[in-house]
């Protein structure tokens, strides 16, 4: 059996997962990275470092590049023509190109009737103002990153228009959204082939406006009541991906959905429960592939 992982190289995650399937299926280790593959239309052959993907058994995709951008939805078009040719790939292509823009992410559990906090998309100013001012305190996020990157807060102020009119030249599509009080932590919820695995809370230990682990914020474990699982559950059906975090803020007003993610919840889930998240997902990609 040939299994082969597209992530990142030197990448703690990408190179856990590559480790146990190759420690599972006695194969050699095979992480690739998609700035290195050739394909060949209409042949349909994908080659990286001497491998040719189209002849794989399957492929798990844990990182499609370094840095979040319009750029990776190319990449996975090229995934789409092996899974259109028979590769099993997991999760699809095309689920993963429906989470990968926090726009299209966004509009899908809204339209899936998801509890999240009040947005405005816009490109233009005044109506970026009026939404700060209609929020109180709103948080601009690009549309494609992770981890709260090029994220910021704006509060009302006579400097708000210009600092909106500065980030729009940068991002044209504006992703506006009103802060909610995190308690100090906000949750990551995993699934495995739709199923429950565990949760895992991010807890802030500074003063930092939002949780994410590069602004010093913690994993520790969390067990939420029944109801939040199954709003989690809900809300990663939608997508179809195999192995999936949704993230969940339990708010005064009740609880919020910010996004349901494709890449990310391997190291919280072994800081925070000691969950070896490579090697179970490894186990269900076999499986499927069997």
């Not at 006695?26 to 042949?43: A, I, N, T, Y």
């Not at 080659?47 to 040719?52: A, E, H, K, P, R």
């Not at 970026?128 to 102020?157: D, H, I, Q, W």
Request: charged share 25%; with cysteine.
């Amino acid at each position: 059996m040939k299994i082969g992982v597209i992530g990142l190289k030197k990448a703690w995650s990408s190179e856990q997962l590559a480790d146990a399937v190759a420690r599972k299926t006695g194969q050699k280790k095979m992480l690739f990275e998609m700035k290195d593959v050739r394909l060949d239309l209409p042949s349909g052959k994908a080659v990286v470092d001497g491998v040719n993907l189209s002849e794989l058994d399957g492929i798990i995709i844990k990182k499609i590049g370094r840095q979040y951008s319009p750029d990776l939805l190319d990449r996975l078009e090229m995934l789409r023509m092996l899974e259109g040719r028979g590769v099993r790939i997991f999760s699809s292509p095309y689920s993963i190109l429906r989470v990968l823009d926090r726009l299209t992410c966004t509009i899908s559990l809204q339209l899936g009737d998801i509890p999240m906090p009040p947005t405005t998309i816009t490109e233009d100013v005044d109506h970026a103002l009026a939404a700060v001012e209609e929020y109180g305190e709103a948080v601009f996020k690009p549309l494609y990153s992770t981890k709260a990157r090029g994220m910021f807060v704006l509060k009302p102020n006579p400097q708000a228009r210009e600092t909106i009119e500065k980030y729009s030249k940068k991002y044209k599509t504006m992703y506006i959204q009103k802060t909610i009080d995190l308690k100090d932590s906000d949750l990551g919820i995993a699934f495995l082939g739709g199923e429950y695995v565990t949760t895992y809370a991010r807890c802030k230990t500074n003063n930092a406006w939002n949780t994410t682990t590069i602004n010093g914020g913690k994993y520790a474990p969390f067990d939420p009541p029944q109801e939040i699982i199954e709003l989690a559950r809900k809300a990663q059906s939608l997508f179809d991906l195999d192995f999936t975090c949704v993230d969940v803020a339990l708010t005064d007003e009740g609880p919020f959905i910010f996004e349901v993610s494709a890449f990310g919840g391997f190291r919280g889930l072994l800081d925070a429960r000691g969950i070896d998240a490579a090697s179970m997902y490894a186990d269900y990609v076999i499986e499927k592939v069997k």
